[in-house]
């Protein structure tokens, strides 16, 4: 009789003991009295442990207030925005509070670290505050880069102790002395740099990002490399230094701009000639970008151990402190919004180093 109760369970496993106890007793009349249904029930309880469906698998997920946040980016072009009948391709920022699921968003041209650092700090400042915890899917993708938090003067500050500080929006100064200690802790932690793009107007720095970093890398005697086929900053450093003719049309100095007068192509220090260095600040053609630089590389490697670039480099930035050896060189790239031709450039060649 138990297989034939195995019958019924196996047609529907969600069966009642109690229905099927009837059934049974409708079967089998006078065989089964209504002090058995308890071991029917055992018989039932067994039977879906060993052998019935496979249960669903559940993790029980608590959350705690200011415990945690989650972000991602999601994709805006499905909504068809236009902007003087110009469709408006884009991203957004998405910022979530676990617990309370309280929600802001910036929007991005891109999934880059650079959106990502801009819209987390964003959100944090709108939300008053900083969770323990910061879970994102772009952290998981390969390649991604370590979010790392700095003090003004340079110095690392873990997340948990950024939860103690007040969130109040930035001055102008402390955006200047905030971004200008980062890029020379960049410095001292990289072997070069590729300059490409950037933008002249609208920065939060002293100066321009990419203007100031390549500065950085000259006083430090940092292979320099500089792309200005794509124009914007990386075009007017060049020009600056003499590797490439003056625009045709006026353009305007922005702040700094004038720190680079005392440089020139042989101070960049990156195993090009002066006629490769004029045609790697020419070049608008990516794959002979590429070429060049992998050319500077090559010709850096053979004449200087990495070991060496590494204690030259780290011993900079005016009184950060030496930071510990890496396991390996690295490439210092700035894909300044300058889209996919970028991006390529800078994994293809740190890829190579």
């Known amino acids: 009789m138990w297989e034939e109760a195995k019958g019924f369970l196996e047609m529907n496993p969600n069966l009642e003991v109690t229905a099927l106890f009837r059934e049974l007793q409708r079967l089998y009349p006078g065989k089964f009295q209504p002090g058995q249904l308890h071991t029917l029930q055992r018989h039932v309880k067994c039977w879906k442990a060993t052998e019935g469906p496979p249960k669903e698998v559940y993790f029980a997920q608590e959350y705690k207030p200011g415990d945690r946040v989650q972000s991602d980016f999601t994709c805006m072009d499905k909504l068809g925005v236009t902007i003087g009948g110009v469709p408006f391709k884009h991203k957004l920022f998405h910022f979530v509070l676990t617990y309370s699921s309280w ?39 390969p390649g991604a880069a370590k979010l790392v938090l700095l003090r003004f003067d340079g110095a690392p500050l873990e997340l948990i102790a950024r939860r103690n500080i007040p969130t109040r929006k930035a001055r102008r100064d402390e955006w200047c002395s905030g971004l200008t200690a980062m890029r020379k802790v960049q410095c001292s932690t990289t072997d070069a740099r590729v300059v490409l793009g950037g933008q002249v107007v609208d920065y939060r720095g002293c100066m321009p990002s990419v203007a100031e970093e390549a500065l950085l890398s000259l006083r430090s005697s940092q292979p320099l490399f500089l792309v200005g086929g794509f124009g914007g900053c990386a075009r007017d450093v060049a020009e600056t230094i003499g590797l490439v003719e003056p625009w045709t049309r006026s353009r305007s100095d922005w702040p700094g701009r004038r720190k680079f007068k005392g440089w020139t192509g042989k101070d960049l220090n990156n195993g090009l000639s002066p006629e490769e260095n004029k045609a790697l600040a020419s070049t608008s053609y990516i794959r002979d970008a590429i070429m060049l630089i992998l050319r500077g590389v090559n010709k850096l490697r053979q004449q200087t151990p990495a070991e060496t670039y590494q204690a030259e480099h780290s011993a900079y930035a005016q009184g950060i402190r030496m930071l510990p050896p890496r396991q390996g060189p690295m490439l210092q790239g700035l894909p300044r919004r300058c889209g996919t031709p970028a991006q390529n450039l800078y994994r293809r060649i740190s890829k190579y180093w």
């Open 103 to 141: 929600q802001t968003g910036s929007v991005c041209r891109s999934e880059s670290f650079e959106a990502l650092s801009e819209g987390l700090q964003n959100a944090l400042q709108a939300c008053g505050g900083v969770p323990r915890l910061h879970q994102t899917e772009a952290a998981e993708l």
